[in-house]
Every structure is written in C-alpha cells, then in structure tokens.
C-alpha cells in the first residue's frame, strides 16, 4: 500500500507570491490533516479535513487555506507569502477522524520564502 | 494553558547502549500521549500512544514508554540504541479526542555513536 504523497517535495517562492500544496493519502483514508513545522515554533496543526469539508482549524491567518476533493486528496493554499512561512509543510492522513485512529506522515514540502 | 515539554534538546548515546528521552506535560484530566520519531527528511511516525489501562505502553522499534500520572511523565524507552534509531522524537499530547487537541512537544533529537 502505497505512503502519504506530497508534491512538490521543495518549493522556493518570494515574498507576497502564493502557493498550493498538494497531498494524497494512502488509499481508503477519509482524513487529511495539515501541520506546519519551523525550529522556532515546531509543529503546529493547520487544519484538517473530512469528507470535503473543513473540520479543524489551527490558530493560523486566513492566508493559510485548504480544500479536500472526492478523492480524499487535499491541497493547502498559502496566498501572500511572508518569511515567516518558511517552514516543513506536513499532510497526514488517516482512516476516519479522531485520535483513534492513527496518522500517517508524508515526507513534507519544504516551502523557502525568500 | 496545556504545554509539553521535552527537557533535552539533544541527546547522545552509544549504540548498544539503553535510552530514557523525557517528556513532561501540563493538563489538568489524563491527556492522550504519543510519540513519534522523525528520521531526516522524513515525516513522522507514530511510535506508541497511551489512552488509557496499563500505563506501560509497548510500540514499535523496541521502544516503550510508562505514563506516571503523579509526575505528569511520559517517558520513552529503549533497552538497547540501533544507529539507524537516530532521529528526532517528539512527545505530543492530546487534551481532546481531535487532532487540532494535539500538542506537540519541541522534540529531542538522538545522536548514536557506532
């Protein structure tokens, strides 16, 4: 069974630019959720989606923004960039919500705003 | 206000050697604890987690961690450090049963010498 795929796996884009990330779960899995990881604040959820819809949503500005299609794959959108959003973008998925069931990682986009 | 702390930055062990990584957390009720390890450019992956019962908990890799209510702890263990464990290990906590709950320690990261 195939991992969490993210594209790009590397991004470097300049200030006020915006940007998608794209991730598709492992097959079956209903949830996708968004983490964004920096030295400074380490990681920190995003938001999360189930079923197209937004369910979650992480203490983070209306910049930061998602959809989820009927596949289950997501993408994040980051409009206006700011250094301050260079960071390791994370998508995990899982079966259904909950901590119950448990996350699985991609590897990441590595987005540099320079 | 729920916070999760990691005392060691950085730890150094020998391989062969036992390993103890310390987690610490604040919340008020029995949290949901987990933890993960982060290999270079990888995502992360889920270890072990505590939700409730036998509060020694045995995950993947060898490792185990014990919750200990009376200290707020929630400390991994190895008996015996592979070189291929070096990574970095976070300790997170969840104080509801979502995702957006889960707070993430500022993780340890393990360095194995041959």
């Known amino acids: 069974k195939a991992g969490v795929t993210q594209t790009p796996r590397y991004l470097i884009k300049t200030r006020g630019q915006q940007v998608t990330l794209s991730c598709s779960p492992i097959?079956?899995?209903?949830?996708v959720s968004w983490y964004q990881q920096t030295p400074g604040q380490g990681l920190q959820f995003l938001f999360e989606?189930?079923?197209?819809?937004?369910?979650n949503k992480g203490n983070f500005p209306g910049r930061f923004s998602g959809r989820q299609f009927s596949n289950s794959r997501s993408e994040m959108n980051v409009s206006t960039l700011e250094l301050g959003d260079s960071a390791l973008y994370l998508c995990?998925?899982?079966?259904?919500?909950?901590?119950?069931?448990?996350?699985?990682f991609g590897p990441g986009t590595r987005l540099t705003v320079l | 206000a729920q916070s999760v702390t990691q005392p060691d930055i950085h730890i150094t062990v020998s391989e062969g050697a036992s390993l103890e990584l310390r987690c610490n957390y604040s919340?008020?009720?029995?949290?949901?604890l987990f933890w993960y390890v982060q290999s270079p450019g990888q995502g992360l992956q889920l270890l072990l987690k505590?939700?409730?019962?036998?509060?020694l908990v045995q995950g993947i890799k060898g490792f185990e961690a014990e919750f200990k209510r009376s200290q707020s702890s929630f400390n991994l263990r190895k008996p015996s450090v592979h070189w291929s464990d070096a990574a970095e290990y976070f300790c997170?906590?969840?104080?509801?049963?979502?995702?957006?709950?889960?707070?993430f320690g500022p993780g340890t990261s393990l360095s194995v010498i041959p």
């Open positions: 997170a906590v969840g104080q509801g049963t979502s995702y957006d709950k889960v707070i």
């Open positions: 505590y939700f409730s019962g036998d509060t």
């Open positions: 989606y189930f079923s197209e819809t937004q369910r």
């Open positions: 097959s079956g899995h209903r949830s």
């Open positions: 919340y008020g009720a029995t949290p949901y």
């Open positions: 995990a998925s899982s079966l259904n919500r909950g901590v119950y069931n448990e996350q699985f």
